[in-house]
């Protein structure tokens, strides 16, 4: 027996299409109609539910911030102390990253399509990198072994590093060209981060 669906969860249903659509032919070339077949909705609901292909993008961003990080990420995640909390919130970033197949691919998407649409890149800083901007200022904000620091040009920094990380490693294919394996990269990040000392490890990648 089919259950309908609510208003919500027919929004969801477009949205995982949509993402389907836009991962096969770019921000260019999906359509409404396309979206909606790979929906299994009509055309007229998604309109309904999403003025226009911008918008329904706009929408799909917030759901993948949502879901892939807001979720996951949240000022009381990561209340231990940073020699402790730290290691894990940087693992956890760069896994949310590294196993989700459809983000990186979905970054690949926007990366492309921001030459001839630099609003698909605005709004996924706006929804994705923004908000996880201001989240690790918080999280430096609340602790005193960061009080000397420029909280924002740091989290900035903290943030950059990890994309880059995940950006040449995953989503470039860069793993066997410059290997850098997680856990070296989070121990030397604690290091400076904390201005401990870094015991040896092995430079594997």
């Known amino acids: 027996m089919t259950v309908a669906l609510n208003k919500t969860d027919k929004a969801t249903q477009i949205l995982n299409g949509a993402l389907q659509e836009f991962l096969a032919h770019g921000y260019a070339g999906t359509s409404m109609d396309r979206v909606a077949t790979t929906a299994g909705v009509s055309k007229p609901t998604v309109y309904n539910h999403f003025q226009d292909k911008e918008g329904l993008f706009r929408a799909l961003v917030q759901k993948i911030a949502r879901e892939r990080f807001q979720i996951k990420?949240?000022?009381?995640?990561?209340?231990?102390?940073?020699?402790?909390?730290?290691?894990?919130?940087?693992?956890?970033?760069?896994?949310?990253?590294?196993?989700?197949?459809?983000?990186?691919n979905f970054v690949r998407l926007?990366?492309?399509?921001?030459?001839?649409f630099p609003e698909l890149a605005r709004t996924f800083v706006t929804y994705l990198s923004k908000p996880g901007l201001e989240l690790m200022q918080d999280y430096l904000e609340q602790h005193a072994e960061f009080s000397d620091a420029d909280s924002q040009a740091l989290a900035q920094i903290i943030i950059g590093s990890v994309v880059y990380m995940c950006l040449t490693q995953y989503i470039l294919h860069g793993r066997d060209i410059m290997p850098l394996s997680k856990e070296r990269y989070i121990e030397t990040m604690i290091g400076l981060m904390l201005k401990s000392p870094r015991t040896d490890v092995a430079h594997q990648s």
């Open 73 to 104: 990420f949240n000022s009381e995640t990561f209340g231990d102390a940073p020699a402790e909390s730290l290691p894990r919130l940087l693992a956890l970033m760069v896994d949310t990253i590294a196993d989700d197949d459809d983000y990186q």
């Open 110 to 116: 926007v990366i492309g399509e921001s030459g001839r």
